[in-house]
């Protein structure tokens, strides 16, 4: 888990760099994924507190609410100086530019498609910063691994595994919404 975990931590460090110092540490998560789910933990390991996770799946905001003990909504129209895009489709780059205060940070990790949504004439005339990663430094992963192994990044029980000749299922899982945890790990010799 240190690689989706050191994207996540370098996403959370990069938007925090570039919140103004005037505006509140409270952030959006859009996607409880394993990168969604881990950037949240990230900006908690770091420090930030308010932290909120935006997931449309009913069985996955109830896994991170009651097993990870995050604080997840399926929707909201509240506004976040940091909005965090672990998504990466074109309706969550809308919701990203809408919900982002005047003045604040979307960091855009996801990488679901290129399509339409982020409101560039928003971003210009409210002067909001836009990042767009996907990976991390290697003093991100040093960091990452550091968090992993003093406990501020929490218990690692948001996983799933199974074999990987199970893998196609477990995908085809994934996009029908059949699975609640964040992340399943293919073992290729189970």
Request: charged share 20%; glycine share 10%.
């Amino acid at each position: 888990l240190a690689e989706p975990l050191a994207v996540s931590w370098h996403v959370a460090r990069l938007a925090l760099k570039a919140l103004h110092s005037s505006m509140d540490r409270r952030a959006l998560v859009i996607g409880g994924g394993a990168i969604g789910l881990a950037a949240a933990l990230a900006l908690n390991a770091m420090g930030v507190v308010d932290v909120v996770i935006v997931e449309p799946d009913d069985a996955r905001r109830q896994f991170l609410s009651e097993q990870c003990d995050q604080q997840v909504v399926s929707s909201t129209d509240k506004s976040f100086p940091i909005v965090i895009d672990a998504v990466g489709i074109g309706v969550t780059r809308a919701s990203a530019s809408e919900l982002v205060e005047a003045g604040g940070v979307i960091a855009h990790v996801g990488l679901g498609d290129n399509g339409p949504g982020f409101d560039v004439r928003r971003a210009t005339l409210q002067e909001i910063t836009f990042i767009g990663t996907y990976t991390y430094t290697a003093q991100d992963f040093r960091d990452t691994a550091a968090a992993l192994f003093d406990g501020r990044l929490g218990p690692l029980n948001w996983t799933e595994t199974c074999s990987l000749a199970e893998g196609a299922t477990a995908f085809a899982d994934l996009r029908a919404g059949r699975v609640a945890v964040p992340k399943v790990v293919l073992e290729p010799w189970a």
